[in-house]
Antibody, heavy 119, light 110 residues
């Protein structure tokens, strides 16, 4: 079955960077887009951006432009999200979520990765 | 603030019908399809409704979605205790060139 398995909890200091991975299985990695969505504690969902694993093209939410980089490794069917210049407001659970190209809905989602930014 | 507006909470007794609204604008719901997600406590979101009113296989037919103009709604009929969760709407926004989510609605089964 389709699975998206994310890397584990991270604790970072302000100003540092974090790289979260999303390892996929059960489908052809390059046939589906991958999105990243985050959720601050007790808050709602916030879309960060999208990567097309087929050619590596990306589009980021304006809020994260310049701080986020989404990449993929087709040899391991893994997507990555790198967020730099971390601040306390970046403390959140980060999810990867798959989209069948052009359908505009997300299914399934990874289990989430908690990133805590604290001095 | 979220671009899509949802009521913060909704509640009902077992067996009742609960409806959650999602209000947007011409750049998002007005031009694009809506999806809904259920997030159980401590879990990742799960797709509940796609393309306004379609249910993925495995989602009970107690859940239904609709869209009219710049608003959408999710209805849960025959409310059950396991429906206690947070529910989010989502849509693509042409002005932002990205996806927007609703603020989320917490459903409580009394």
């Amino acid at each position: 079955q389709v699975q998206l398995v994310q890397s584990g909890t991270e604790v970072k200091k302000p100003g540092a960077s974090v790289k979260v991975s999303c390892k996929t299985s059960g489908y052809t990695f390059t046939n589906y887009y991958m999105h990243w969505v985050r959720q601050a504690p007790g808050q709602g969902l916030e879309w960060m951006g999208i990567i097309n694993p087929s050619d590596g093209t990306t589009r980021y939410a304006q809020k994260f432009q310049g701080r986020v980089t989404m990449t993929r490794d087709t040899s391991t069917s893994t997507a990555y999200m790198d967020l730099s210049s971390l601040r306390s407001e970046d403390t959140a659970i980060y999810f990867c979520a798959r989209e069948q190209a052009g359908t505009r809905w997300f299914d399934p989602w990874g289990q989430g990765t908690l990133v805590t930014v604290s001095s | 603030q979220s671009v899509l507006t949802q009521p913060p909470s909704a509640s009902g007794t077992p067996g009742q019908r609960v409806t959650i609204s999602c209000s947007g604008s011409s750049s998002n719901i007005g031009r694009n399809t809506v999806s809904w997600y259920q997030q159980l406590p401590g879990m990742a979101p799960k797709l509940l409704i796609y393309t306004n009113n379609q249910r993925p296989s495995g989602v009970p037919d107690r859940f239904s979605g609709s869209k009219s103009g710049t608003s959408a709604s999710l209805a849960i009929s025959g409310l059950q205790s396991e429906d206690e969760a947070d529910y989010y709407c989502a849509a693509y926004d042409d002005s932002l060139n990205g996806y927007v989510f609703g603020s989320g609605t917490k459903v409580t089964v009394l």
